[in-house]
Each structure stands twice: as structure tokens, then as C-alpha cells.
């Protein structure tokens, strides 16, 4: 694993996509995991930015992916309860059951080589084409790579 490259490949992703209005996301973060690893190996937070989730909501959240019941189940991220509404090959979105915002807030995970990715973004459609528009430059980076 070339951590230097995934903590570079963060900042520069980050800062330019993360936070301040007219970003695409409002928050993201970088999981270590790996579906083939021994089940014993713990999947950690390698990087967050917007959120900070504790070791419990991070245990909850993968399990909740290794379950692979997205359709059947909702998970919990920070404050925010999320519904999976489309599941794809290495990724899927889900939206906030009890957002307070008048648009709604999505989140969008995806498979990223040993890594999972969990943006968040505030809005609708035209803000969710963005924020998966953003989420994809970074895997892009982090499968060119070959973590």
C-alpha cells in the first residue's frame, strides 16, 4: 500500500471538493476495506474530512455493507439515517430518511481498490450528478494506481 500516494491523492481531492459552499460535497470518507481480507482485520477510517464518525458508527457502517442486504436494511451516518435507491456494479446512493433540508442529502459509497468511499452531498439530482461526477476522480486516481 503507497499511503503517501492515497494521503496525497486525499488532500488534492479534498480541498477542491470538498466543504465550502459550491463544492459538490459537504463531507467524505476513506475506509480501509478489502471484501477478500480475513474477516478478522478491522477496517479503519484512513481518511475523513466534514465528518468524524466514531470507531462504533464505522463498525456499524461496514457491517451493514458486508451484510449486503442495501435494499432491506438502512444505515446511520453521523446524525443521518440513509435508504439505498440504487445499487450499481462497485457502488451505490442512498438518501437521508430525516434530512431537515428542503432539497434532501445523499450519500454515494463506492469500491474504491482496498478502499471504500462515503461522500456526502446536500440537494438533489443535479447535485447528486456532481458529487458522483467528484467521487469518481478520486477512485479513478486510487484504481489507477492499484492499491
Excluded at 480541498?15 to 475506509?31: E, F, M, T, V, Y
Excluded at 451493514?64 to 444505515?75: C, G, M, S, V
Aim: overall charge positive; proline content about 3%; some cysteine.
Amino acid at each position: 500500500m503507497d499511503w503517501a500516494f492515497v494521503q496525497k491523492s486525499w488532500e488534492k481531492w479534498a480541498s477542491s471538493n470538498i466543504g465550502s459552499s459550491g463544492q459538490p460535497l459537504k463531507a467524505a470518507l476513506l475506509i480501509n476495506y478489502d471484501p477478500l481480507r480475513p474477516s478478522r482485520l478491522l477496517s479503519t477510517i484512513a481518511e475523513q474530512e466534514g465528518i468524524k464518525i466514531s470507531p462504533i458508527e464505522l463498525s456499524q457502517f461496514v457491517n451493514f455493507i458486508k451484510r449486503n442486504k442495501l435494499q432491506k436494511e438502512t444505515f446511520m451516518i453521523g446524525n443521518n439515517q440513509y435508504m439505498v435507491t440504487s445499487i450499481h456494479e462497485n457502488w451505490f446512493c442512498a438518501r437521508s430518511l430525516n434530512t431537515s433540508k428542503s432539497a434532501g442529502e445523499g450519500a454515494i459509497v463506492m469500491q474504491a481498490s482496498v478502499f471504500l468511499l462515503v461522500a456526502l452531498y446536500d440537494g438533489s439530482i443535479g447535485l447528486a450528478s456532481r458529487a458522483m461526477a467528484s467521487v469518481d476522480q478520486l477512485v479513478w486516481q486510487l484504481n489507477r494506481k492499484n492499491l
